[in-house]
């Protein structure tokens, strides 16, 4: 989960649930997706990948996270109901009625992952 001003506002919401996985292992079917390309507030560069159709974001790449690809949480068949969140990034700009469990790992900023 993140609450950085990207993911909000990709979102639409308080946070972003991005879901990550190595790039080789992700197909897209159903049609292409349109790149918006956008630097981040820390000067790193971000590509989105969109559905021409209806301009759902589904797919993100991060500089810092070479190979990897993000998928929003909630554009699965089954949202959420399989994702744990491990992470919250940005917890400085959560609300303060928000409970994050202990178990999740907090961090103030990004925070690449360790895996």
């Known amino acids: 989960m993140c609450s950085c001003e990207w993911c ?11 879901v990550y996985f190595d790039r080789e292992r992700v197909v897209f079917s159903g049609g292409d997706k349109k790149i918006f390309r956008l630097t981040s507030d820390s000067g790193r560069q971000i590509e989105t990948g969109f559905c021409e159709n209806c301009g759902t974001t589904v797919c993100w790449t991060l500089e810092f996270l070479p190979g990897k690809i993000g998928l929003a949480g909630g554009t699965f068949d089954e949202p959420l109901g399989w994702i744990r969140p491990q992470r919250y990034v940005f917890d400085r700009l959560k609300p303060d009625w928000l409970h994050i469990d202990e178990d999740i790992a907090c961090f103030h900023a990004m925070q690449p992952p360790s895996d």
């Open 8 to 18: 909000r506002k990709r979102s639409g919401s308080l946070f972003g649930i991005s």
